[in-house]
């Protein structure tokens, strides 16, 4: 299936009540994900690891890259605005990110047979194009910390960490399987 044939057909999964009912759920493991799963390094408290990457990729899975988008979008919001009320943390650009990363799983994972070689591409996408590159700009400027020194730092931790992912990703490969058979009219 072509990479663009996967947006109308992940839009049109939206108009399901199943598909909406699904979402709201992994919209909310985001968001209490997003609030309670992530921590920081005490050396280096600029690298934010947490497990709120898995209702996306779920998602991503089941339901494609605009479904993803929102989820991941939405999720970072809400868990900013309810963990901290007065939204100062709040980022449009940092958001921006976080919609484009559940895009590239959208549009790598959608459609797929979720085999550890699109595991490992989708992560690897959003590591190269998203978290490593531009959320450490971002950050970069927030904190006046140097490009290059702040992206060393975090791609020491956030490239092993992505192991990790794969790992966990891979392990709920059964789960998404029985959900898909189910899912199916």
């Known amino acids: 299936m072509?990479?663009?044939?996967k947006f109308p057909d992940?839009?049109?999964?939206?108009?399901?009540?199943?598909?909406?009912?699904?979402?709201?759920?992994?919209?909310?493991?985001?968001?209490?994900?997003?609030?309670?799963s992530n921590f920081t390094l005490a050396i280096m408290p600029f690298v934010k690891i947490g497990f709120s990457f898995i209702p996306v990729v779920i998602t991503a899975y089941l339901y494609g890259p605009v479904c993803a988008a929102i989820i991941s979008?939405?999720?970072?919001?809400?868990?900013?605005?309810?963990?901290?009320?007065?939204?100062?943390?709040?980022n449009p650009a940092l958001t921006a990110c976080y919609i484009w990363e559940g895009?590239?799983?959208?549009?790598?994972?959608?459609h797929?047979?979720?085999?550890?070689?699109?595991i490992i591409i989708a992560k690897a996408a959003t590591l190269l194009l998203c978290t490593l590159p531009l959320n450490?700009?971002?950050?970069?400027?927030?904190?006046?910390?140097?490009?290059?020194?702040?992206?060393?730092?975090?791609?020491?931790?956030l490239?092993?960490?992505?192991?990790?992912?794969?790992?966990?990703?891979?392990?709920?490969k059964p789960l998404l399987e029985r959900i898909k058979v189910i899912k199916k009219p």
């Open 73 to 90: 979008g939405a999720g970072d919001i809400l868990s900013l605005l309810l963990a901290n009320p007065t939204a100062f943390s709040l």
């Open 112 to 118: 797929s047979r979720f085999m550890l070689k699109e």
């Open 2 to 5: 072509s990479y663009l044939r």
């Open 136 to 157: 450490t700009l971002i950050l970069s400027g927030m904190m006046n910390i140097p490009y290059l020194t702040l992206l060393l730092y975090r791609a020491a931790v």
């Open 10 to 36: 992940s839009a049109k999964e939206l108009g399901k009540v199943q598909t909406l009912a699904v979402c709201a759920m992994m919209l909310a493991l985001r968001v209490i994900l997003g609030m309670f």
């Open 103 to 110: 895009i590239l799983y959208g549009v790598i994972l959608y």
């Open 159 to 172: 490239v092993p960490f992505g192991v990790i992912e794969v790992l966990i990703i891979r392990l709920i």
